[in-house]
């Protein structure tokens, strides 16, 4: 099993609908949740953090985060074509230096 | 001004040859990093250092090494380049105690 497992996609969306974006972790003790933006040919960006279950809401943009289920989304409200990228899911382990460790990705593509 | 920098940005070498990659950040974080990326296989911990003295191998340090010169500039060599090393690498920095990363733009390196 792997650590941090994303569905590669594609994930098309029409444009103003809501994209779900899902990861799965392995690390049960796992603290922290992020979510990297990454455009073709650019490097990853970070876009949200979460640490406590739940629900958290930048912008368009909400994280969810499920302990119990091992389970981090990404919900990205009224998509644009600007949103077309991949999505990088990146969990903090239980161990002492807290290894990020990033899942492959998913490929998001809004369709106008 | 870009606040976390990498050099050079392409890179096309032998097999056999020696390379270093620099990063350098304005950020002032004391954590950095090295990771490569390679389609379908996401991002991979190459090293990393939490501070000018401390430098630790990552997930695939083999083939690798790193030199932290001051707390603002991580050098990564491949001391003798080989094709399967052929890959996009990106430099991130993180603040004092947190996983959030910031990410370099990245240097594509090819080694026929």
Redesign the interface.
């Known amino acids: 099993q792997k650590e941090v497992e994303q569905n590669s996609g594609p994930l098309s969306v029409p444009e103003g609908a809501i994209a779900s974006l899902n990861c799965t972790y392995s690390d049960r003790g796992s603290q ?1 949740f ?1 979510w990297y933006r990454q455009y073709s040919g ?5 876009i949200m ?1 979460i640490y406590s279950n739940g629900d958290k809401e930048d912008g368009r943009f909400t994280a969810q985060l499920n302990k119990a289920s091992q389970y981090v989304s990404l919900l990205i409200r009224d998509s644009q074509p600007s949103d077309s990228a991949t999505y ?1 899911c ?1 969990v ?1 382990g239980s161990g002492g ?4 460790t ?4 998913t490929k998001l593509q809004v369709i106008p | 001004d870009a606040d976390v920098t990498q050099t050079p940005r392409n890179r096309i070498t032998k097999t056999g040859k020696r390379i270093m990659l620099e990063c350098s950040q304005t950020k002032g974080h004391d954590r950095m990093y090295w990771y490569r990326q390679d389609p ?4 991979r ?1 190459i090293y990393y250092s939490f501070d000018v003295k401390d430098i ?1 191998k990552g997930e695939i340090s083999d083939g690798y090494s790193v030199s932290r010169q001051a707390q603002a500039k991580f050098s990564l060599s491949l001391e003798s380049a080989i094709p399967n090393q052929t890959a996009l690498y ?1 430099c991130a920095t993180a603040g004092t105690g947190t ?8 240097t594509r390196l090819t080694v026929l």
């Open positions: 922290s992020f650019k490097s990853p960006e970070l953090f990088l990146a903090t230096y807290q290894k990020v990033f899942g492959t990705g | 379908g296989l996401g991002l911990l630790n990106f996983n959030e990363q910031f990410f370099g733009p990245g």
